[in-house]
């Protein structure tokens, strides 16, 4: 059973929100400091993404537990303007906000599964997953 709590990004106290609950849902799962660490990082990453480029969207973190392993699954989705060349802002060192470029590769490197889907004009929808060693 898959068990998914969102929040909704409007302004910067929101990806606090989403912060806080990452780590809270990790902390549940039995992740270690280090892991909680990185999955609100990425979470971080991924809400400021929504905050600065679509305006609004939502970060939904995700309890799996899947053949007897358990994960948590970060969501991020908008309905913002897209990104248009994906290949690009995969780019170490790639930024559009004059930031360290960390981004999105930073994201992928920290989870253990990563996942971009984006339509220019029709927004995106991005999934990271880290599973519990």
Known sequence: MDVQSCVKILNEW???AAR?????VAR???FGTVDQARITTAISEL???IYLYAGQGQICIEKLYQNGKSGLKI???DSGPGIN???KVMEDGFSTSGGLGAGLPGVKRLMDEFSIDSNPGVGTDIRATKWLR
């Open 47 to 49: 809400a400021r993404n």
């Open 20 to 24: 806080q609950l990452g780590r809270n």
């Open 14 to 16: 929101d990806i606090v």
């Open 85 to 87: 060349d994906i290949r």
């Open 28 to 30: 549940e799962l039995g």
């Open 75 to 77: 969501i991020a989705v």
